[in-house]
């Protein structure tokens, strides 16, 4: 319940996560809270209409995205390797859940396979609407193990709230709120409050004035949504490249994925191969200077290594007995290689990489063999790759 004065204060929307706050947390701190790893636990999403923030909403629905992101900036700066090493202790695990069954008032849900730390919704602001959540990582498992104990690291609880454009899609940012959390084992969490409520009842009177109460509930703190505090995202390994190889539609996933979805129209028959032709003046001229960049950026970024990288050179006409004895007898002629680099172990990459360095058109090449050590040659396919490719040979062979 709010006083009168504090009523025009509200924000827009309110986001309740409905458990109990930690009664250790001092004066003016934010507040900390304690749930347990793989619980479901409920927030309630409110929305204020008093302020008449929404005149303007041309649409029955908005769009929540629920994230766990880190709390410390240490760890923000780290969270490629942070994650990297969660995802290979923890394979086919999310962060992040959302548990349909228990939801109310929630439409549309998604989990997508490559953000785990993320879902989102849909929801009528003018119903009741809950979304429970489970986190399944805990807080020690991004913690540096010490001699003594360790503790947990704090999480953030952020809810970024959208609106339809003009296009229909929901892109138009209109509210942020976060709380701190930490995440225990089964039960650590109920172990945990007692402990803190058993601490703060022995101290005195006047040491328990510089506390803050234990609220029943945690109500999310309005956020600048520009924050790098805030927007600092759990992520898997920034990996997530374009192919060349990629369908129409793998390409509109992908700008989905990577925040572009404003342009998604404007690229609607594009693939991947198309949008990886076009320079940096291209996506300028198309979606403005500083999108242009960014989607360039994003689309030419090449920051991992590649799957395999191949040598190659074009063998002369003599045979390789003829070229040593040639390099013995001094001869000045080299053979020189050039890397091939991979990302998809696919022999129409192989091939596109070859005709591409030798300039040649890819049609030109009919078969890849790998030739063995006893000169017997293995036709290259999708299925005979990995180890197969180039491993103590010579030479790739194309015909």
Request: hydrophobic share 30%; proline share 6%.
């Amino acid at each position: 319940q709010l006083s009168p004065e504090n009523d025009a204060k509200l924000p827009p929307f309110q986001y309740v996560l409905c458990t109990a706050t930690s009664p250790a947390v001092k004066l003016h701190e934010e507040t900390l809270t304690y749930l347990n790893q793989g619980q479901s636990y409920e927030i309630r999403l409110l929305e204020n209409r008093k302020l008449g923030e929404f005149q303007d909403l041309n649409t029955k629905y908005v769009k929540s995205i629920i994230r766990v992101v880190f709390h410390d900036r240490r760890l923000q700066y780290t969270e490629h390797q942070q994650l990297e090493g969660w995802r290979w202790s923890r394979p086919g695990d999310r962060i992040l859940d959302i548990d349909i069954p228990l939801s109310v008032g929630i439409l549309d849900p998604r989990a997508s396979p490559t953000q785990l730390n993320t879902v989102e919704f849909l929801w009528d602001p003018s119903k009741r609407a809950s979304a429970f959540i489970q986190v399944h990582c805990i807080s020690t498992e991004f913690t540096p193990r010490k001699h003594g104990g360790e503790k947990g690291v704090p999480f953030r609880v952020q809810i970024d709230t959208f609106k339809q454009n003009e296009n229909g899609e929901y892109t138009e940012h209109l509210h942020s709120a976060s709380c701190q959390i930490k995440v225990f084992k089964p039960k650590g969490a109920d172990r945990k409050q007692k402990t803190d409520r058993e601490k703060m009842e022995k101290k005195t009177t006047q040491e328990k004035e510089k506390y803050q109460p234990s609220y029943e509930t945690t109500i999310l703190t309005e956020v600048n949504n520009s924050s790098p505090t805030h927007q600092m995202e759990l992520l898997p390994p920034t990996n997530d490249h374009l192919l060349p190889s990629a369908s129409i539609q793998d390409a509109q996933q992908w700008l989905h994925r990577n925040r572009f979805s404003p342009f998604c129209r404007l690229f609607s028959s594009f693939s991947g191969a198309d949008l990886l032709k076009m320079s940096k003046e291209d996506f300028v001229q198309i979606c403005g200077p500083a999108d242009g960049i960014r989607l360039f950026n994003a689309i030419k970024g090449r920051n991992v290594r590649p799957k395999m990288t191949i040598y190659v050179c074009q063998e002369p006409e003599q045979n390789r007995s003829h070229l040593h004895q040639k390099r013995e007898n001094g001869d000045g002629s080299l053979c020189v290689y050039h890397a091939i680099f991979l990302e998809e172990l696919t022999t129409l990459e192989l091939m596109e990489k070859i005709a591409n360095l030798y300039s040649i058109s890819p049609q030109q090449i009919n078969r890849i063999y790998r030739q063995g050590p006893t000169g017997i040659h293995v036709l290259v396919s999708n299925e005979v790759r990995g180890v197969h490719f180039c491993q103590g040979c010579n030479s790739c062979l194309t015909s």
